[in-house]
């Protein structure tokens, strides 16, 4: 199975920018969508956005459209999230996950049909 590992976290003032990587061991053409998901402290785990790896479309959550893009590198096997005028509470560990699954989703509220989930990476919105 392929290991995902997060990079690219950090603290960043209210508006700033950040971009986080998914690095995968193995090819993320073996999957079919890959997504970025995130937990704050004592709040549930949200989706943020997905990209199918295939097709490069992709789906964002209402609170960062406009503000976050995902997007694919399938020669290094590589998924970003470009995360722009961040806010406070964006604040959270980012996670990157890969499913199999097919299917009419809208893949960031389906966070039980990913199986593959990396450790995460710690992005701090503060002043």
């Known amino acids: 199975q392929v290991q995902l590992v997060e990079s690219g976290g950090g603290l960043v003032q209210p508006g700033g920018s950040l971009t986080l990587s998914c690095a995968a061991s193995?090819?993320?053409?073996?999957?079919?969508?890959i997504g970025w998901f995130r937990q704050a402290p004592g709040k549930k785990r949200e989706g943020v956005s997905c990209?199918?790896?295939?097709?490069?479309?992709?789906y964002y959550e209402d609170s960062v459209k406009d503000r976050f893009t995902i997007s694919r590198d399938t020669a290094k096997n590589t998924v970003y999230l470009q995360m722009s005028n961040l806010k406070h509470e964006d604040t959270a560990v980012y996670y990157c996950?890969?499913?199999?699954?097919?299917?009419?989703?809208?893949?960031?509220?389906?966070?039980?049909?990913?199986?593959?989930w990396g450790q995460g990476t710690q992005v701090t919105v503060s002043s």
């Open positions: 996950a890969a499913t199999v699954y097919t299917g009419n989703y809208f893949y960031p509220y389906r966070a039980d049909l990913f199986d593959q």
């Open positions: 990209i199918n790896v295939n097709n490069g479309v992709t």
């Open positions: 193995g090819p993320i053409l073996d999957y079919h969508v």
